[in-house]
């Protein structure tokens, strides 16, 4: 069985105006004792683990997780490594900010087995950068995508936001030239939510902002999609597009195609079996828990503060709303058949036949895939929405025993 691993990696030197991620400003003096635990938690819970898995990919996402040096990345490589068999060609994220790379990290990151790196460019414009309260500007971004080719990485990201209050159509074609001036074979690119708890916020609900409404939005998203379609990206995801096909981000298809994984840090999530796990949010929280309580039950760490086992209506519900995602994989109707014991038409009849009708998804019989059409990828939201919280259909009450 083919496994990823997850690190949460919760610090940033200051927040953004749109984060409402678990991360933590000004608490950097922790790393070290942060990095500790990480290695505490990943001995406990892979000594615990069946011995019959591969670890194919890692990824370290937060925060920002290149505030974190080389070393601290090797004892964790290490850790792995003595308790886990890591396939040799495994694909190995680093999540950074233009503003915490230099010459030097990207060649130690490199170095120290990293072969993936994902930069938060988000926009070219500094009017954007301003509005989203970002502490990079380009020249950063320029010279951090040249180290970072110079250093060797095989895989570049960039992770661009559209939507953003008080950017034009023009002002996003622009941020999407330079990205593909820059030339990084994967392209993330989001639309921004001005979630509860933030900056932007405050300043939404004081009437000192205007969102972007929902039309110029979805214009962006199909400028975006017609676009990088043809400087010859492939939209293998409904936010996020490849050079081909080696480029796409082997992690994140693993969580799309409802695969296990591991979260190891402070509030990170798990997914094997049929259990999902999460741990405590706070970094204080966390790292106590990590070094006062002993191990608990695979796949749980000693720093989860809960556990779901789900029943298999349940799963099938989740499985359809991530998979569908993918937009060229789709769902294989086969595959589902063979993981749940029954047909996908004889337990969603209704949601299936409506976004036939509408246009919105489409069955390649002979790939045997189910999957959104162009338009679909445009209602994505609608689409998901339909196959989650459902009841029962009546007859397969068999399906919500665990
Ligand atoms: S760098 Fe990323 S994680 Fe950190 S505050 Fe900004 S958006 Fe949030």
Redo the contacts with the bound molecule.
Sequence with gaps: MEISIYFHIPF?NR??DY?D?N?YAGLERQIPEYVKALNRELEMVLNNAPTDFKVTTIYFG???PSLLNSADYATLFTTIGNSAVVSPDAEISLEA?PDSLSDEKITAYRQVGFNRISI?MQSASRFDLKALGRAHTNPSLLASVDGCRRAGFQHINLDLIFGIPGQTLESWQRTLRLALELSADHLSLYSLVIEEGTRLRRLYDKGLLVEVNDDLAADMYETAMEELAQAGYSQYEISNWAKNSDARCRHNLQYWRYAPYLGFGAGAHGFWGSTRTENLHTIQEYMQAVNLKSPAAFPAGCACQSTITMNRWEMMQENLMVSLRLTEEGVSLSRFAERYGVELMEVFPHQLEKNLREGLIEYDEEKDRLRLTYRGRLFGNRVFSQFVSNKVPKGYEHLLAQ
Excluded: D, I, S, W
């Design positions: 940033c927040r953004c984060c991620f991360t937060g925060g920002t900010n938060g």
